[in-house]
């Protein structure tokens, strides 16, 4: 089921920043950003590699399609991984790894319908509406309840974020409109993170890489390249074919919730009433969108749309 691939995946990219508050302090978000792509963008064009090796050939985007060309798509798609990545750490560095998983993702659903929208014409349709409402709700409710609650948390720390939600909208928007193009999903994602593994080369060299000689920063990186990045990209890919990106997007907010516990069973971070009911929301409208609702036009509309 798709949307079961994509919630997996989202549970992988949930354990990114306890991932990352093991490596050395040294370990700067855009240092990490940039190993977490080599290894994993690496890992996936091999995969790719190795399989049009032994099936002489995989599944590509016609060039010709409608719309922007594939390579323009994908250099598009490529620059926001690479975006994405220290913006994101940027967040859970300076806000905490709950809220500034919390604020990204939870702001990524909205990004990503908004796009949708503009480039395809078509309204994401009440049921992802309906869930992305109430997942914004028991966003709101966990990015208030931590930090004891204050909801005092750093304002570079958010800006980070909200800047790495709009850049997986991007993404995720691209991606999709590749496999709608008839590009293998799995193909969809080695050369998008292939390409932004090139361009994660010169950002990762200016960057102090001290850290990975530490045993602690070694095995950060691995976790980060082939977990959160390799697998739970395998995995998405397979379930954005049968999904429209607005609602993967809706569905990866799994992340925050995989996010919040470990932040709190693992290093320590305060959960309060608050934050239960918000883990609670969010639950709710994953469900919203993983429940089939019959005949709803929203919902026979949605599978194969970009």
Known sequence: MPAVLVILAAVCFGTTGTALSIA???????SAGAVRILVGGLLLAAIVFARRSSRGGAPRASARGRGAPTAVLVLVGAVAIVAYQPTFFLGTTNAGVAVGT?????SAPVFTGALEWIVTRRFPGRI????????SLGVALLGGAFDGGSGAVAGLGIAGALTAGASYAVYALVAKLLITRGADSTWT????FGSAAVLSVPLALA?????????EGLIAAAWLGVVTTAVAY???GRGLV????????????????TAALLGVFLLGETLGAAAAVGVSVVAVAILVLVVPWGGLPSRRAERGAP
């Open 234 to 236: 395998v995995l998405f």
């Open 102 to 106: 919390i604020v990204a993702l939870g």
């Open 207 to 215: 960057t102090d890489l001290s850290w990975l000689g530490a045993p």
């Open 189 to 192: 994602m080695g050369v998008l």
């Open 24 to 30: 050395p302090e040294t370990a700067s978000p855009a």
């Open 242 to 257: 049968g999904l429209r990106a607005s609602t993967a997007s809706t569905l990866t907010l799994a992340e925050p919730l």
């Open 128 to 135: 992802w509406t309906v869930a992305t409402l109430l997942a």
